[in-house]
């Protein structure tokens, strides 16, 4: 199933970038269930050249969040299990086939944050605005957002942002957490695109292990932490991929690190 209100294209010279737009800007790309679902079945099947994803939104916002004309209709039970279907969707970005950049622009609302949250690096341009107007509207999250968004920001700034309705700019949002980068209006796709060819270029063990091992290990206790960091690291550097990187190094082929 795919809705009309998203749009795949497959980018990059080996078709290694895949670019998801939510094109609904006339309703602020508010996520109704067909969206959501989509998004789920698009994560599901990316095709196998695809190495990196950006995920943006179409018009002068990323993402309204939930379609709030659908609410009114459902019953507690019916809820429950709408909230799951957000779950699914969005465990599908995060532990997806591959890393996915966010870039954001204009709101990025309710629903909206936690599609951000559930991709692995944020870039918000100047105009990017966040909130959870959820605690206004008399509602909760339902999308991962308690889970995830606490996460990056502490569950007293969450607690916060739904408590006050606060909201946060672009330049406060990556102070506290919740971008990685922060680029003039209008760059933020340029910018996670070229990031997401960067990390198309990165060995897959290494992706697959920030993507899928590292957030794991962190909600691990140390001692437990420390044994599973000592797997995936003897796994990833006994891949091939990995010796020939280290070998390039070593014979003066490879780039150093530079200075910031
Ligand atoms: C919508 C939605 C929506 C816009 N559901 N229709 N999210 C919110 O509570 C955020 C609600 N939206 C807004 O605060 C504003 O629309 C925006 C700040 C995002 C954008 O403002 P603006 O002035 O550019 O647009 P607008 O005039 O408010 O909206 C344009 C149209 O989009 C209008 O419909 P129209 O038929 O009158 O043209 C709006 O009704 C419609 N629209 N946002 C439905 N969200 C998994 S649980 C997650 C829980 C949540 O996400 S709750 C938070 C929902």
């Given amino acids: 199933?795919?809705?009309?209100?998203?749009?795949?294209?497959?980018?990059?010279?080996?078709?290694?970038?895949?670019?998801?737009?939510?094109?609904?800007?006339?309703?602020?790309?508010?996520i109704n269930?067909?969206?959501?679902?989509s998004i789920r079945d698009l994560f599901e099947k990316l095709p196998a050249t695809v190495h990196a994803a950006v995920i943006d939104g179409e018009g002068e916002h990323f993402c309204a969040g939930l379609d709030l004309s659908e609410l009114s209709e459902r019953d507690a039970g019916q809820g429950l299990i709408h909230s799951r279907m957000w779950h699914a969707a969005l465990e599908r970005v995060q532990y997806g086939p591959v890393p996915v950049v966010a870039a954001l622009h204009g709101a990025v609302v309710g629903g909206g944050l936690e599609l951000a949250s559930a991709c692995h690096i944020r870039v918000?341009?100047?105009s990017t605005f966040y909130a959870l107007p959820e605690g206004t509207r008399g509602i909760f999250v339902?999308?991962?957002?308690?889970?995830?968004?606490?996460?990056?920001?502490?569950?007293?700034?969450?607690?916060?942002?739904m408590f006050t309705g606060r909201v946060y700019n672009a330049e406060d949002g990556e102070r506290i957490g919740l971008s990685q980068y922060v680029v003039p209006a209008g760059d933020a796709f340029k910018k996670a695109f070229e990031l997401a060819q960067v990390i198309a270029k990165n060995a897959p063990l290494t992706n697959y292990a920030l993507m899928h091992v590292l957030p794991r290990i962190a909600e691990q206790p140390?001692?437990?932490?420390?044994?599973?960091?000592?797997?995936?690291?003897?796994?990833?550097?006994?891949?091939?991929?990995?010796?020939?990187?280290?070998?390039?190094?070593?014979?003066?082929?490879?780039?150093?690190v530079k200075k910031a």
């Fill in 142 to 161: 339902g999308g991962g957002g308690a889970v995830r968004i606490p996460r990056l920001i502490g569950a007293a700034r969450m607690a916060d942002m």
């Fill in 33 to 37: 269930d067909a969206l959501i679902l």
């Fill in 1 to 30: 199933m795919t809705s009309k209100d998203i749009h795949l294209d497959i980018c990059g010279d080996q078709n290694e970038v895949a670019v998801i737009r939510l094109t609904r800007p006339k309703k602020r790309n508010a």
């Fill in 124 to 126: 918000a341009d100047a």
């Fill in 222 to 256: 140390a001692d437990q932490g420390y044994v599973s960091e000592a797997m995936m690291a003897a796994i990833a550097q006994s891949a091939p991929e990995a010796k020939e990187r280290v070998r390039a190094f070593l014979d003066g082929k490879a780039a150093k």
